[in-house]
């Protein structure tokens, strides 16, 4: 039996590792094609900065790992029928069949290897995916002068006993600097005290920010009727205390599905704290749980084309419904979250509803050609 696991093993990894490598090679010629329109242009951030070919080639490379992480159920599921449905059509699979090589059997293989696949994906999606994503739109930033959270930077929101805190950051560079910084502290009904400008700023490991040339206006109250006293001061560093970290700016400016489920968690949570929705970063912590566990499903329901009778050339056509399938549990993965947003859905549900909706379809698929027939 080892002798049987290794050759299923070695084949499907290798026909995975060459499917996802066939997939990233055309998701990098797309990537690289949207990004040309923007070769030659200088930044508006500095004129002297050109963005050249160079650096489209190491934007597009930072986002392989992201791409990876997206493509993993699919290769999986693809990669999987193209072993199965070769072992077939040679009659391999009945060899191995009349070797001791039973349905239930085959399966526990099959969800062995699933589960690797399982921890590769969630490895590759929580650690090195959001590393590289995260560099490569902190240094796309240093070419267009923007963030994914569009010109006017991303708001965050605080609450500090009495007090409440809105805060706006429109850049963070790859150093972790944040770029034009503006706080507005407003009193327990709703009043305006004071609203601090800074040109920079950045975190310390204490939990302040320390702002860089501020200019701080403070707002006094004054009798009823009268307009409030305006005091106006400059300073080259000021220290705002606040539970604000990093990772919270990192997720507000950049994409919630290039960040770790970690950092997603932490946000959300954040978010509830401080009353503002967390709809849709929490259906994205749910899909970071789940998706995943997706590379389990695709591979038990890859698994019933081992037991179908091929004629020759015939193994092409079950690959493209392979893809078909794929290319469907992809959409319906986005899709869903949309639609759970507008419906108002439990986070959770919306996020496993397409991984419950194929495990069911495999489910059935495993009972009916395997099992009954």
């Not at 391999?92 to 994906?121: D, H, K, N, Q």
């Not at 560079?173 to 800074?198: C, N, P, V, W, Y």
């Not at 920079?200 to 860089?212: C, H, K, S, Y």
């Not at 992809?330 to 639609?339: A, D, E, P, T």
Request: with cysteine.
């Amino acid at each position: 039996m080892n002798v049987l696991r290794r050759l299923i093993y070695r084949e499907v990894v290798l026909a995975v590792l060459m499917v996802s490598v066939a997939f990233l090679g055309l998701f990098f010629f797309f990537d690289l094609i949207e990004e040309l329109p923007g070769i030659g242009k200088a930044s508006p951030l500095d004129p002297k900065l050109i963005f050249q070919v160079s650096h489209a080639l190491v934007f597009v490379a930072l986002l392989i790992p992201s791409r990876l992480y997206e493509l993993l159920p699919i290769t999986v599921l693809i990669g999987t029928i193209f072993v199965f449905a070769r072992m077939a059509q040679g009659s391999e699979y009945t060899i191995l069949r009349t070797s001791g090589l039973g349905p239930w059997r085959a399966l526990r293989l099959m969800t062995v290897l699933g589960m690797a696949f399982v921890a590769f994906t969630f490895i590759t999606g929580d650690y090195i995916a959001p590393a590289s994503g995260k560099a490569a739109q902190l240094y796309k930033a240093r070419f267009d002068g923007r963030t994914p959270a569009g010109p006017t930077g991303a708001w965050l929101k605080e609450k500090q006993g009495e007090r409440q805190f809105s805060v706006n950051v429109n850049a963070l560079t790859d150093a972790s600097e944040m770029k034009q910084i503006r706080i507005f502290e407003f009193d327990s009904q709703g009043h305006l005290l004071s609203r601090t400008h800074a040109f920079a700023g950045r975190i310390t490991q204490e939990g302040t920010w320390v702002l860089q040339q501020a200019t701080r206006s403070t707002f006094t109250a004054t009798e009823a009727g009268q307009a409030p006293l305006l005091k106006q001061t400059f300073v080259e560093s000021f220290t705002w205390p606040t539970e604000l970290t990093t990772e919270m700016v990192s997720v507000a400016l950049l994409k919630p599905e290039r960040m770790s489920t970690t950092d997603l968690y932490r946000y959300v949570q954040h978010l509830d704290a401080n009353g503002q929705s967390a709809q849709r970063y929490e259906i994205e912590f749910w899909r970071k749980v789940f998706y995943p566990l997706s590379c389990l499903v695709m591979m038990v329901l890859a698994l019933p084309f081992a037991y179908l009778h091929f004629r020759s050339g015939s193994t092409a056509g079950y690959v493209f419904v392979g893809v078909m399938v794929g290319i469907s549990f992809f959409m319906l993965n986005n899709v869903f979250g949309y639609i759970g947003r507008l419906n108002n859905w439990e986070p959770w549900l919306a996020a496993a509803l397409p991984s419950l909706l194929y495990s069911l379809a495999s489910l059935t698929a495993f009972g009916w050609l395997v099992i009954k027939r």
